[in-house]
């Protein structure tokens, strides 16, 4: 059995038994998230490197993602008529937020405030931050008014002030915004930490409305859709406002759809290079790699394996020389660990020039030649998968080198699901990525859009072990998403984004597999201001693991994963016509 659908398998029987145990009454919600956010209070015990350890750990309730504050004494409080010292007003230097947990003690990182940290600060969890509750349902006050009342030690944002200020969608605010975000949509309650990482996540509670009705996921939609209008989603402009939202419509249809061939294997990756008049691809099925030539048929290259055991998460081409064959660079699991492997195609295939290379890679384009000349790793981060240090590789006489990339990255930058382009055509780059199924447009470190979460959908799928070596493991789950790309479909010499876009099946919402139920693909293109979204033919009963645009033909990888009865899964090459 493969190594991704024994993961899936073991999401499924995760989730099976958490359901076949007692579950919480949603009348009992608003108390549930009352007892998670309950102030615990402690201190910073040293600084360890970047990161500060408090004496605070599992033993006292303490999860991954809770945010401490550091408090100092402020003003005192005096009694005008007695002149008594009532107490002090306490003041907020600093956020931290958990990132190792050990049975006494806790690492956490700072979020703001770190130059203000001392050994001996007090900390205080879920107390004196400040907090704002986005209802997207027009029924929420109630819940909203419960959640202030047992958790008075939040500094609340009004809930007319709330509404007023949060986006027509879901999505990181393009402006500061609390420490904390109360989400509450049809399906339930988000709880989000300032870099808009889910903490908790909670059923829908059943609160009467204003009708006289409970908030089901039924009525909430109706109400979200009365209170916005039926319009687009709305995207920030390269200027930072939000104009009037648009669509854009291409084909309804593919015409001369055909067939390429089918594909060895259930591919959970792929991955595309042009040139030399010739068009290769690139495929894994989490174990092997296989090289084909794209034409009327695929004509098979080169294939091999790793030269060590370990599940293949992504392949990339980087080709530094264009008069020099190009690299196949895959991204790997082994021995818990994440490390990548270089080959050279050669004409007697892939030869292997560098292996097990810390770090996660991704290739790009950075000139629109159409040829991936740069090459970034990414340090992998347990708690996140993606790191944060990004830096640019290159090869010389068989020896890697690295630098800091030229351009200034997102905070929340992978390496793999991204891709960079003057999207806006303005002469400077975007950066556009798919992370937690939302696609993000940067210039540099400045958000332009952000997607509904309903973007990417790939096969390739890892669950593992943040902490092996700890008594009680925590495991925690990453899907790499497929790079989208940058092309001019509609032949208006403008650059448009093509991405997956896709739908999830309930096991698939709970984020314990895949579970893709369908797919299609998206188009962004930005014009008159703001980006439009699209789509490109009909939704697709299938996966999309690779994505190109070639000769005005779009090639689409589409896969059909087995079920856990035995029934193997199957991959396709297609191409649409677009002249």
Same mark, same amino acid.
């Given at each position: 059995m493969r190594s991704t659908t024994k993961y899936m398998l073991v999401g499924i029987l995760a989730l099976l038994a958490c359901l076949s145990g007692p579950l919480p009454s949603q009348a009992g919600v608003v108390e549930k998230i009352a007892n998670d956010f309950q102030p615990v209070s402690g201190y910073v015990v040293m600084a360890e490197g970047r990161e500060y350890i408090i004496d605070l750990g599992k033993s006292a309730g303490i999860v991954l993602g809770d945010l401490f504050s550091v408090v100092a004494p402020g003003k005192e409080i005096v009694d005008p008529a007695t002149k008594k010292v009532l107490g002090r007003l306490e003041q907020t230097k600093a956020i931290l937020k958990v990132v190792r947990l050990k049975a006494s003690y806790c690492f956490v990182r700072s979020l703001s405030g770190h130059n203000g940290i001392k050994r001996g600060d007090r900390v205080r969890r879920f107390e004196n931050l400040t907090a704002s509750f986005w209802d997207y349902t027009g029924h929420g006050k109630p819940v909203f008014h419960?959640?202030?009342?047992?958790?008075?030690?939040?500094?609340?944002?009004?809930? *007319?002030?709330?509404?007023?200020?949060?986006?027509?969608?879901?999505?990181?605010?393009?402006?500061?915004?609390?420490?904390?975000?109360?989400?509450?949509?049809?399906?339930?309650?988000?709880?989000?930490?300032?870099?808009?990482?889910?903490?908790?996540?909670?059923?829908?509670?059943?609160?009467?409305?204003?009708?006289?009705?409970?908030?089901?996921?039924?009525?909430?939609?109706?109400?979200?859709?009365?209170?916005?209008?039926?319009?687009?989603?709305?995207?920030?402009?390269?200027?930072?406002?939000?104009?009037?939202?648009?669509?854009?419509?291409?084909?309804?249809?593919?015409?001369?759809?055909?067939?390429?061939?089918?594909?060895?294997?259930?591919?959970?990756?792929?991955?595309?290079?042009?040139?030399?008049?010739?068009?290769?691809?690139?495929?894994? *099925?989490?174990?092997?790699?296989?090289?084909f030539e794209v034409s009327a048929k695929l004509k098979p290259v080169a294939e091999t394996t790793l030269p060590y055991p370990g599940q293949i998460l992504a392949v990339k081409w980087w080709q530094p020389d264009a008069?020099?064959?190009?690299?196949?660079?895959?991204?790997?699991?082994?021995?818990?660990?994440?490390?990548?492997?270089?080959?050279?195609?050669?004409?007697?295939?892939?030869?292997?020039?560098?292996?097990?290379?810390?770090?996660?890679?991704?290739?790009?384009?950075?000139?629109?030649?159409?040829?991936?000349?740069?090459?970034?790793?990414?340090?992998? *981060?347990?708690?996140?998968?993606?790191?944060?240090?990004?830096?640019?590789?290159?090869?010389?006489?068989?020896?890697?080198?690295?630098?800091?990339?030229?351009?200034?990255?997102?905070?929340?930058?992978?390496?793999?699901?991204?891709?960079?382009?003057?999207?806006?055509?303005?002469?400077?780059?975007?950066?556009?990525?798919?992370?937690?199924?939302?696609?993000?447009?940067?210039?540099?470190?400045?958000?332009?859009?952000?997607?509904?979460?309903?973007?990417?959908?790939?096969?390739?799928?890892?669950?593992? *072990?943040?902490?092996?070596?700890?008594?009680?493991?925590?495991?925690?789950?990453?899907t790499i998403e497929i790079s989208p790309v940058a092309a001019d479909i509609d032949g208006d010499g403008k650059l448009e984004i093509l991405a997956s876009a896709s739908d999830k099946t309930f096991l698939g919402a709970a984020s314990v597999t895949t579970g893709i139920k369908n797919s299609w693909l998206a188009v962004i293109k930005f014009r008159n201001g703001t980006f439009e979204t699209g789509t490109l033919g009909d939704k697709l009963d299938k996966a999309i693991e690779g994505i190109t645009f070639a000769d005005g033909q779009v090639l689409v990888v589409l896969s059909q994963p087995g079920t856990i009865l035995g029934k193997e899964g199957s991959s396709r090459l297609l191409a649409y016509q677009l002249k």
């Amino acid at each position: 059995m493969r190594s991704t659908t024994k993961y899936m398998l073991v999401g499924i029987l995760a989730l099976l038994a958490c359901l076949s145990g007692p579950l919480p009454s949603q009348a009992g919600v608003v108390e549930k998230i009352a007892n998670d956010f309950q102030p615990v209070s402690g201190y910073v015990v040293m600084a360890e490197g970047r990161e500060y350890i408090i004496d605070l750990g599992k033993s006292a309730g303490i999860v991954l993602g809770d945010l401490f504050s550091v408090v100092a004494p402020g003003k005192e409080i005096v009694d005008p008529a007695t002149k008594k010292v009532l107490g002090r007003l306490e003041q907020t230097k600093a956020i931290l937020k958990v990132v190792r947990l050990k049975a006494s003690y806790c690492f956490v990182r700072s979020l703001s405030g770190h130059n203000g940290i001392k050994r001996g600060d007090r900390v205080r969890r879920f107390e004196n931050l400040t907090a704002s509750f986005w209802d997207y349902t027009g029924h929420g006050k109630p819940v909203f008014h419960r959640l202030q009342h047992m958790l008075p030690g939040l500094k609340w944002e009004g809930y *007319d002030e709330s509404q007023r200020n949060k986006p027509s969608t879901v999505q990181p605010p393009s402006s500061a915004a609390s420490s904390l975000l109360f989400i509450l949509t049809a399906g339930g309650i988000e709880v989000r930490d300032p870099e808009f990482a889910v903490i908790h996540r909670y059923k829908p509670p059943r609160l009467p409305s204003s009708a006289g009705r409970p908030v089901t996921r039924e009525n909430a939609s109706k109400a979200a859709v009365m209170e916005q209008g039926p319009v687009p989603e709305k995207a920030p402009s390269a200027s930072g406002r939000k104009p009037a939202p648009a669509t854009v419509a291409y084909a309804a249809k593919f015409h001369n759809l055909a067939a390429r061939g089918n594909l060895p294997g259930l591919t959970v990756m792929a991955d595309f290079i042009t040139g030399k008049q010739r068009v290769l691809m690139a495929s894994t *099925d989490g174990s092997v790699i296989h090289i084909f030539e794209v034409s009327a048929k695929l004509k098979p290259v080169a294939e091999t394996t790793l030269p060590y055991p370990g599940q293949i998460l992504a392949v990339k081409w980087w080709q530094p020389d264009a008069q020099a064959p190009p690299y196949l660079v895959s991204t790997s699991w082994y021995d818990n660990e994440i490390t990548g492997t270089i080959f050279s195609l050669q004409p007697s295939g892939l030869t292997p020039v560098q292996e097990r290379v810390p770090g996660i890679f991704g290739s790009f384009d950075m000139d629109g030649d159409r040829r991936p000349e740069t090459l970034f790793s990414q340090e992998f *981060d347990p708690e996140t998968f993606f790191g944060q240090r990004v830096r640019r590789v290159g090869l010389n006489s068989g020896q890697l080198s690295y630098s800091r990339p030229k351009l200034m990255l997102p905070r929340r930058f992978p390496v793999l699901g991204s891709l960079f382009a003057d999207l806006t055509g303005d002469g400077r780059l975007e950066t556009a990525f798919i992370r937690n199924r939302i696609l993000y447009i940067y210039q540099e470190q400045k958000l332009l859009y952000a997607s509904s979460k309903q973007m990417g959908g790939s096969l390739s799928f890892l669950t593992y *072990d943040i902490d092996p070596l700890a008594k009680s493991v925590m495991t925690t789950s990453v899907t790499i998403e497929i790079s989208p790309v940058a092309a001019d479909i509609d032949g208006d010499g403008k650059l448009e984004i093509l991405a997956s876009a896709s739908d999830k099946t309930f096991l698939g919402a709970a984020s314990v597999t895949t579970g893709i139920k369908n797919s299609w693909l998206a188009v962004i293109k930005f014009r008159n201001g703001t980006f439009e979204t699209g789509t490109l033919g009909d939704k697709l009963d299938k996966a999309i693991e690779g994505i190109t645009f070639a000769d005005g033909q779009v090639l689409v990888v589409l896969s059909q994963p087995g079920t856990i009865l035995g029934k193997e899964g199957s991959s396709r090459l297609l191409a649409y016509q677009l002249k």
